[in-house]
C-alpha cells in the first residue's frame, strides 16, 4: 500500500470536494431562504465567470463599448453588480410570480433558468473556453511537493479557505442577523412570513444576489483552475448528490457533502476503475447519494420531515 | 322517534393505548369501547388527543403502548391502508381530498379497494374494466344522490367552497362501505343549515347502513343530540366515558370543558 | 354555433364516461386517424419522415411515458434518457440474437425489459419523494449509460460503443435499415403511437389512473383510504418504462439506426421529454402529443425563420433556441401550468359559445 499516493488522492479528492462544496453551498442558501431547489445554480457561477471574464479581457464587450478593461479588483465588484442586477431580475420576472406554488413547479422553473442563462451566457459572450486569470498563484505548492512529494495546486489551497470563510460569514448571517432570520421565515412558510411583515421580494432579491455571489466564487476557482466552459454548469448537477449527502437545508452540510463525494469519487475512480474499465466518476457520486437517501433521507445535518395529517 | 336501533356487540375496543411524539404525551393509558351501530362522539378541548386517538385507530399513528381488538383481532398496529381494507374509512379535520380530480373522480377513489380488475384489463377497457367501472360508478352516483352533490359531480374538487368539500370527502369514506366510519370535526366552519344537513347524513348513514359512527365535535348541541355514547378527553387522558346525559352532568367534565351555562 | 351540444343527451354513465363525449370532438379524432393512416404516407418524403414525423411519434411515445409516471403519478423522474437506451439496447440485443423475431415483438419485448429495470430503479420512490427521487433517477441515468458503454456485452464488444440495427421485414415490407421506405416506418410506429396512446387513457381513466393522481395529489391520504403506495408506485414506473423502453426500441431501430448511448441517451434527453410534458400539459395524454409536437417542431421553424430567412449563424440559432425553450418553460409553469393542453380546453370553451362572447 502506498501511503503516500493514497494521501496524495485523499488530498486531491478533498480539494475537488471543496469545489463541490462551494457550488452546493449557493444551493443551500436558495433552498434554506426561498424553499427552491435553484438548478441554475450551476449555470449562475457560469455567467458570473463569463461577465468577469468579459471585463477582464481586451476582446470583451466592456472594452469594445468603454474602450478598456477594468483592473481586477474592480472587475470583481462590478460582477458582483452584475449579479445583483440578475439576481432582481429573476425576482421580477419569475419568482414573484410562483409564490406558494409546489416545490415540483419551481424546480422546473428553475430548469428553465438554467437554460435562459446559459443561451443569453453563449449569445452574449461565446461559447469557446475561455481563460480566467485574476493573478491567483499557479502551480503546484513547493513546500509540499519538495517536503514531502504530494502534489497539491496552490489554487485549490486558496479555494479552501476561500470555502471556510465563506462558511463562516455565511453561518454568522444566518444565525444571528436579522435578515438571517427572516430568510428562514421565509424558506419555512410564504404565507406565514408575508403576514408577519417579510417583504418576501426584498428577501428574494437579497438571497438571490447572495447565491450569485457564492456563485461567482465558485465561478472564479473553477474558471481559474480550468478555463470558463460550458462544463461548469454541469457542476449543478454533482451538487445534488452533495446536498443529499449532506442536508438541504446545511450550510456545514454542503461542505461535509463536498468533502466527502470529492474523496469518495476519487478513491472509487483509483482503487476501483480499474476493475471495470475506468470513468466510474461519472455516476459514483449520485449511486453514494441514493444509498444514503435509502437509509437516512434527510442527509447527515438535514432535518427530519414529520408528516401530519 | 325512529324505533330503538339495536346496538350490538363491540366493534372497536382501544385498550390502554399511549402515544409520545418526542417529549409530547399525546395519549396516556386511554380505554374504551365502541359497539356496533353506535355513534360515538369524542369531545375534550383542542389539543386533548382527540385526532391523534384516531390517527391510532386507522393505523397512521402507532402506539407506543396498549392494544387494539378490531372485529376480533387483538393488534398493537395497523398499517393505514390495512386499516382501510378492514373497513374502517374517516374523514380529516384539514380535509385530504384530491385537489387535482374531480367530486365524482375523488368519490370513486374510495372504491378502490373494492376494484378488482387489473391493469391489462384496464388498457383493455372494453369488457370486463369497463363492467367493473360502470357497476362502481351506479354505486358511487348513489351516495352523490344521498348527499345532494350531483351539480358539482364534475368540478375539481380544489374549486368548491369548504362546506361541500367536506361532504365530498364524506363521500369518499361512505363509498368505501365501512363498518367503522371515523369522523374528524365533520361540522368545523360550518353555518347552522350546512350543521343540520351534515347531522342529518350521519345519522342517515348510521339508521340505513348501520355504520358504526365514531366522530369528533366541538359543537355540544350536536354530541348531544345524535350521540349514543361519548368519550371525553383532556391533556391525552380519558375524563369522561357515557351516555351524553351522564358526561353532560359529570363534574370533572363541566370543569375541564364543558363550563356551566349563565341565565 | 358548429361546436355546441345541443340535443346531446347522455343516457348511461358509459355515454358519459367516453374519452370524446362530445360528437364532433369524436368526428374529429376519426377525422385525424383518417387522415394520417391513409393520406399522410403519400405526402410523405424522406425528409419530412426523418425531421418531423418520426421524431414526432417517438417522442410522443416518450412524452406519454413520462407523464404517466411524473404527470399522473407525480413522480418526477430524470432518467428518461437512460431508460430509452435500455429499450434501444434491448433491442439490439434481441435482433442480433433472434434475427427472425417479429419486429413486433422485438419492439413489445424491449419495452418490458425496460418496464423491468424501471421498476428497479423505483423502488426507492417507498422511501424518498420530490425531487430527492430525482436523483435516485438520475444515478440510474448516468450509471446506465456508463454502463452501456463499458460493458461489452450490450454492444457486442464492438470498439467504437455504438450500435447499429440491421435489416428487418415485416409482412414483407424492410422496415429498419438503410433502404426501408419512409411510409414503412411511419405507419409502424403510427400504429404503436394510436395502439398505446388508447391504452395509456383507457389506463388514466380508470381505477389504476386514479390511484395515480391520488398518490400524486395527497399520498397519505391515499394510503389511507386504501391505496398501496407500493403497488400504485411501482406500476407508475413500470407502465411508463414500458413506453419510454417502446419509444426508445423505435428511436434506435426505425428511426435513428444507429446511436451512441452518451449522445443519443445523455440527459439532455431526459429534459427535453421533460419539457415536452410540461408544455405540453402534465397528466394529460392529448398533452403529450401536443409537447412532443412543439418541442419537435420548434428548432426547425427557428431554424427556418432566422438562419434561412434572417441569415443568423447556425450556432447563434442553437444559442436562441436554448433561450428560448427556457423562456418557455417558464412561460407555461407560469401563466399555464397546465399547458398547451388546458389552452386547447379553453380554446374549445370558446368555441362553444362562439359566436357569443359568454
Known amino acids: 500500500m502506498d501511503w503516500l499516493f493514497l494521501t496524495e488522492v485523499i488530498l486531491s479528492g478533498l480539494m475537488t470536494g471543496v469545489m463541490y462544496s462551494l457550488v452546493a453551498l449557493g444551493f443551500v442558501l436558495i433552498f434554506k431562504a426561498s424553499g427552491v431547489f435553484n438548478f441554475a445554480q450551476g449555470v449562475m457561477a ?109 489554487l485549490e489551497i486558496i479555494a479552501a479557505a476561500t470555502a471556510a470563510v465563506l462558511v463562516t460569514v455565511l453561518a454568522i448571517f444566518f444565525q444571528k442577523t436579522r435578515i438571517g432570520r427572516a430568510l428562514r421565515a421565509v424558506a419555512d412558510d410564504h404565507q406565514a412570513a408575508l403576514s408577519v411583515g417579510i417583504s418576501l421580494r426584498t428577501i428574494w432579491v437579497i438571497v438571490w444576489a447572495v447565491a450569485g455571489i457564492v456563485a461567482l466564487v465558485a465561478g472564479i476557482m473553477w474558471g481559474s483552475k480550468s478555463g470558463v466552459q460550458f462544463s461548469l454548469s454541469l457542476i449543478a448537477l454533482k451538487a445534488l448528490p452533495v446536498l443529499i449527502l449532506g ?56 432535518e427530519k420531515i414529520i408528516e401530519r395529517v | 322517534m325512529t324505533t330503538r336501533k339495536q346496538i350490538g356487540d363491540v366493534v372497536l375496543a382501544v385498550d390502554n393505548i399511549s402515544l409520545t411524539f418526542g417529549g409530547v404525551r399525546a395519549l396516556t393509558d386511554i ?30 399513528y402507532h402506539p407506543q403502548k396498549g392494544l387494539i381488538t378490531y372485529r376480533g383481532v387483538t393488534r398493537k398496529q395497523m398499517r393505514p391502508h390495512e386499516a382501510a381494507r378492514q373497513g374502517i374509512a374517516r374523514t380529516f379535520q384539514n380535509i385530504a381530498l384530491f385537489k387535482g380530480m374531480s ?104 339508521s340505513e347502513f348501520g355504520t358504526t359512527i365514531v366522530l369528533i365535535e366541538h359543537d355540544m348541541g350536536v354530541v348531544m343530540d345524535i350521540s349514543d355514547h361519548v368519550v371525553v378527553l383532556d391533556y391525552g387522558r380519558k375524563i369522561g366515558d357515557g351516555p351524553p346525559d351522564e358526561v353532560r352532568n359529570n363534574q370533572t367534565v363541566i370543569d375541564a370543558y364543558l363550563g356551566v351555562s349563565h341565565d | 354555433m358548429l361546436y355546441r351540444e345541443t340535443g346531446q343527451y347522455k343516457t348511461s354513465y358509459q355515454a358519459d364516461q367516453a374519452i370524446f363525449p362530445i360528437a364532433q370532438d369524436r368526428w374529429f379524432i376519426y377525422g385525424v386517424i383518417a387522415f394520417a393512416v391513409l393520406v399522410v404516407p403519400f405526402l410523405l418524403d424522406g425528409y419530412l419522415v426523418n425531421a418531423v414525423m418520426l421524431p414526432f411519434l417517438i417522442f410522443a411515445l416518450a412524452a406519454l411515458g413520462l407523464n404517466i409516471l411524473t404527470g399522473y403519478c407525480g413522480q418526477l423522474s430524470l432518467g428518461t434518457g437512460a431508460f430509452m437506451a435500455v429499450g434501444a439496447y434491448a433491442t439490439y440485443k434481441l435482433v442480433t440474437s433472434f434475427p427472425d423475431l417479429n419486429l413486433i415483438l422485438v419492439v413489445l419485448l424491449s419495452g418490458l425489459v425496460t418496464a423491468a429495470v424501471g ?60 433502404g426501408a421506405a419512409p411510409a414503412t416506418r411511419y405507419l409502424f410506429c403510427l400504429g404503436f403511437v394510436m395502439l398505446f396512446a388508447l391504452a395509456a387513457k383507457n389506463i388514466v381513466r380508470g381505477r389504476v389512473g386514479r390511484e395515480w393522481m391520488a398518490i400524486r395529489d395527497m399520498d397519505i391520504a391515499a394510503e389511507i383510504i386504501g391505496i398501496r403506495p407500493l403497488q400504485a408506485k411501482l406500476s407508475a414506473f413500470a407502465v411508463s418504462s414500458f413506453y419510454v423502453g417502446m419509444a426508445g426500441s423505435l428511436y434506435f431501430g426505425v428511426w435513428l439506426g444507429a446511436a451512441e448511448p452518451g449522445e443519443a441517451f445523455g440527459i439532455e434527453r431526459s429534459f427535453l421529454v421533460l419539457f415536452m410534458i410540461i408544455i405540453g400539459g402534465l397528466g394529460s395524454v392529448m398533452g403529450s402529443f401536443f409537447g412532443a409536437a412543439f418541442i419537435i417542431l420548434l428548432p426547425l421553424v427557428l431554424k427556418n425563420v432566422m438562419v434561412d430567412g434572417i441569415g443568423v449563424e447556425v450556432v447563434t440559432a442553437k444559442h436562441i433556441e436554448i433561450t428560448l425553450m427556457g423562456v418557455l418553460i417558464i412561460f407555461f409553469l407560469i401563466v399555464e401550468p397546465h399547458g398547451l393542453a388546458r389552452l386547447w380546453q379553453i380554446a374549445k370553451e370558446k368555441l362553444r359559445l362562439w359566436p357569443f362572447p359568454h
Not at chain 2, 389539543?47 to 391510532?56: D, E, H, I, T, Y
Open chain 1, 46 to 154: 457560469l455567467f458570473a465567470a463569463l461577465a468577469l471574464y468579459d471585463f477582464l479581457a481586451p476582446e470583451g464587450w466592456f472594452n469594445q463599448l468603454f474602450g478598456f478593461t477594468l483592473p481586477v479588483p474592480v472587475a470583481i465588484v462590478a460582477t458582483v453588480g452584475v449579479m445583483i442586477i440578475v439576481a432582481w431580475l429573476i425576482e421580477r420576472l419569475v419568482l414573484r410570480h410562483l409564490v406558494n406554488q409546489e416545490g415540483i413547479i419551481l424546480f422546473m422553473a428553475t430548469i428553465g433558468l438554467a437554460y435562459v442563462l446559459e443561451g443569453t451566457g453563449d449569445i452574449l459572450f461565446g461559447s469557446d473556453v475561455k481563460p480566467l486569470d485574476i493573478g491567483l498563484p499557479r502551480g503546484a505548492h513547493d513546500y509540499l511537493l519538495d517536503g514531502y512529494g504530494i502534489y497539491i495546486e496552490k
Open chain 1, 247 to 302: 442536508g438541504f437545508t446545511s450550510v456545514p452540510g454542503a461542505i461535509v457533502g463536498g468533502l466527502i463525494i470529492g474523496v469518495g469519487e476519487k478513491l472509487a475512480e483509483i482503487y476501483v476503475g480499474p476493475m471495470v474499465g475506468g470513468a466510474i466518476e461519472n455516476w459514483f457520486a449520485y449511486m453514494l447519494a441514493l444509498a444514503f437517501l435509502l437509509v437516512r433521507p434527510q442527509g447527515l445535518f438535514g
Open chain 2, 31 to 60: 380505554s374504551f369501547e365502541v359497539r356496533a351501530h353506535q355513534v360515538l362522539s369524542i369531545i375534550g378541548p383542542n389539543g386533548a388527543g382527540k385526532s391523534s386517538m384516531l390517527n391510532v385507530i386507522n393505523g397512521f
Open chain 2, 103 to 206: 367530486t365524482l373522480d375523488n368519490i370513486m377513489t374510495g372504491r378502490n379497494t373494492l376494484m378488482k380488475r387489473n391493469l391489462l384489463w384496464q388498457a383493455l377497457r372494453r369488457g370486463p374494466a369497463e363492467r367493473e367501472e360502470l357497476a362502481h360508478r351506479e354505486r358511487v352516483e348513489q351516495i352523490i344522490d344521498f348527499l345532494e352533490i350531483e351539480h358539482i359531480r364534475k368540478t375539481p374538487v380544489g374549486k368548491l367552497p369548504y362546506g361541500l368539500q367536506k361532504r365530498v370527502e364524506l363521500g369518499r369514506a361512505l363509498a368505501a362501505e365501512p363498518t367503522l366510519l371515523l369522523l374528524d370535526e365533520p361540522m368545523a366552519g360550518m353555518n347552522i343549515e350546512e350543521k343540520q344537513d351534515m347531522s342529518r347524513f350521519v345519522l342517515d348513514v348510521n
Open chain 3, 119 to 178: 421498476v428497479l430503479f423505483g423502488l426507492p420512490s417507498l422511501r424518498i419523494k420530490g425531487f430527492y427521487l430525482a436523483v435516485a433517477t438520475l444515478a440510474a441515468q448516468f450509471f446506465l449509460i456508463w454502463m452501456f458503454y463499458k460493458v461489452g456485452w450490450f454492444n457486442n464488444y464492438n470498439m467504437t460503443g455504438q450500435i447499429t440495427m440491421p435489416t428487418t421485414h415485416l409482412f414483407g415490407a424492410q422496415v429498419t435499415g438503410p
